[in-house]
Each structure stands twice: as C-alpha cells, then as structure tokens.
C-alpha cells in the first residue's frame, strides 16, 4: 500500500490554507500581513505555525529530524487527526486492543469510523495473530498503546515490529509513558517502518499536562499532510515558550523520573503487604494496577477520604482492579494509610 492508498482522497487533495508567514523566513522590519495590534507588546503576534524551535530541541534530545515530527494540542488532536486523515466515515475501520486507552473509541466514535477490539491475552500480553486476523482491507489504523493504560505493561518491541511489518496500514504506537519504561523507544526505528507513527506527550514525565502538547513522529510524507489538515497555529505561543523551558531543563526531568520509579517500586512494596490488596499488576509506568479484595467498596471508601483513583473494575479483564498514579511523597503516604484504615474498619 502506498500512502495515497491510505489517505482520504479529499485530505490527499485538500489545499491547505496559507499565510504570509509561510512565504518569509527572517526578521521582517514590518509585519503587516496578519492584522494584529502591534501597539502592545507580549503574545501580540500569531505563533510559528510549525514551532520549529521546539521541535528542533525536541528532535536533538530525541535523536529526530524537526521534520519528522508533528505538535498537537495534546495526545488528543494526534489522535483524531489520524482517524481524519486516514479514515472514511462510515466506511473504514480501526483495529485495537483491550483494555487500553478510552480516546481511540472515542475519536473513532466522533468520527464515524468502526472501531474493532482485540483482546490482550490473560497475563496483558499481545496477541499478534488476533490483531492481524482482525484487520481487513478497510482497516486503516491498528492503535498499541505501550506500555499500554490501565494495564500498565510495555510489550516487547520485536511484537510491534512484527505488526508494523505485517499489517499494511498505520501502525500508531502510543508511548505516552515511555520515560518510564525499561523497554525502549520504536522512534529509533521510525526509518525502517514508513508506515508506522510514534506518539508521545508532554503530560506525563514532562510533568507539564497544563500546557497540552502532544507529539507525533512519523514519516515527513505523514507529517506534511498532517501540517496541512491541522489548524494552522494549533499550538499557542505560551505553550511553545513552556515546552522550550522544560526541554532546556531535561536533566532535572531526568532525575523526578527516576525518583518516580524508585517511589513506584516503594509503593508497591507497601501495597504488597496489606490484606485487601490481592495482586500489583508490573508497571513500566507512572501508575499500578492493583486487584483488590472489592474494588467498589475501597474506591468509594477513598472517595470519601478525598483520595481519589480510577475504580478499573467494570473494565475489559480489569475486574476489581484500582489504577493508583504514583503521587507526592505525601499523596503516597495518604493512601497507603487510607487503604490500611479501610482493613482496620472491616475487622
Ligand atoms: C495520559 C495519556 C495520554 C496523554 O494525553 P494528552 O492529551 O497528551 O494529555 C496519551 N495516551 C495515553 C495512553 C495516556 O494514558
């Protein structure tokens, strides 16, 4: 398949709009082309619609070229700008495993596109054959999510090789918590998989949720269709400012991930040893999954605490299961104390 074959033809064909920034590189002595006030200074002006800057910290700390990859307003628009790039409403559909992240039905929803499931084996592990027994000619998208959310595990790189190679249509690999992962990043391998995407996002390691930047890397084919569907100066000045200032810092992000991890590791030595916790699930992320004596009853109980976690119970294999975020040192110690309460109250 070539990328045209994959391609709504009326995105292939769209003429994106343009302005006159993208027609001078430089300092201009006037810019009069876009009908701000430049009578006031500071977030006067239109961003770089393609925040070259960032992209070239970015890709020097990543090891990418700033033209393989894509800024969305958070994960969410690399996303849906997938499925409205590549999918035909009511026509093709997209392939998925189960459990894993909520937005990749819900896009598919918004956008009309059929949205197929297959689920992870008993023990999270992928089921290569399934995923690619699912796929038809109008499969369009197969979405991993690794390490993958709520069930916390990264799969082996050699099984997302193997999809990426076997299926002909994009294989889009979510590694929103990758920082935390022994298992490395398919980035390094994005020359060898034309048709694979890579997405990541400032929300989780980069601790800066607040400012919504997701990121995609893919072929400079994708990326300029992606450039011209997405709304020209999608992510704002303030936000590019913030992304630059954490990656000039990216030691220091370095350093709260590794302290993350230690605490992750800590905080399920602790949940290991108390009576109502049934099973910690391994983590390669920022959360654990833990199945629990009775998982409505200790979520609620939290609640009412004002602890608050995600209750994973009525989810795919997830049966009595808490996704716990690793928090503040204060925040872990809260709930460990809270859950040890809830024991006390049921002796
Ligand atoms: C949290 C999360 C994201 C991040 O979404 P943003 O829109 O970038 O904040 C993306 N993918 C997965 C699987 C997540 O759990």
Redesign the pocket.
């Known amino acids: 398949m070539t990328l045209k074959d994959l391609v709504r033809p009326n995105i292939w064909n769209l003429s994106p709009y343009t302005c006159a920034r993208n027609e001078f590189t430089g300092e201009a002595l006037a810019w009069l082309d876009a009908n701000e006030n430049s009578r006031i200074c500071q977030y006067n002006r239109y961003p770089d619609p393609l925040q070259l800057e960032v992209k070239q910290q970015l890709g020097a700390y990543r090891g990418v070229n700033p033209e393989n990859i894509f800024f969305?307003?958070?994960?969410?628009?690399?996303?849906d700008i997938a499925y409205r790039v590549f999918c035909r409403p009511g026509i093709d559909n997209v392939v998925a495993i189960e459990p894993?992240?909520g937005?990749y039905q819900v896009c598919a929803d918004v956008n009309d596109v059929e949205y197929r499931r297959v689920s992870l084996n008993d023990d999270f592990s992928l089921d290569v054959d399934a995923i690619i027994n699912a796929c038809d000619e109008k499969t369009k998208i197969v979405w991993i999510?690794s390490p993958?959310?709520p069930t916390a595990n990264a799969f082996p790189l050699e099984q997302i090789k193997e999809i990426c190679s076997r299926f002909n249509g994009i294989t889009i690999v979510?590694e929103?918590?990758i920082d935390f992962s022994p298992v490395g990043s398919m980035v390094q391998f994005l020359n060898d998989y034309p048709r694979m995407i890579v997405?990541q996002?400032?929300?989780?390691a980069w601790a800066s949720?607040a400012i919504?930047?997701?990121i995609s890397y893919a072929s400079t084919d994708i990326i300029n269709i992606y450039n011209k569907v997405k709304y020209p100066y999608n992510i704002s000045e303030l936000t590019q400012q913030e992304a630059l200032k954490v990656l000039a810092d990216s030691s220091h992000i370095e350093a709260i991930v590794k302290e993350l991890i230690d605490a992750r590791n800590a905080l399920a030595e602790k949940l290991s040893t108390l009576p109502d916790v049934k099973h910690i699930y391994p983590s390669d992320a920022n959360f654990l999954l833990v199945k629990v004596s009775d998982a409505d009853a200790i979520y609620n109980y939290l609640r009412d605490e004002k602890v608050i976690v995600r209750n994973r119970t009525r989810v795919h294999k997830c049966g009595e299961c808490l996704r716990l975020t690793i928090g503040n040192d204060t925040e872990n110690a809260l709930l460990i104390e809270k859950l040890t309460e809830y024991g006390n109250t049921r002796k």
């Open positions: 969305g307003v958070g994960s969410d628009e690399c996303i894993t992240y937005m999510c993958n959310n979510d929103a918590y997405m996002t400032f929300s989780k949720a919504r930047l997701g």
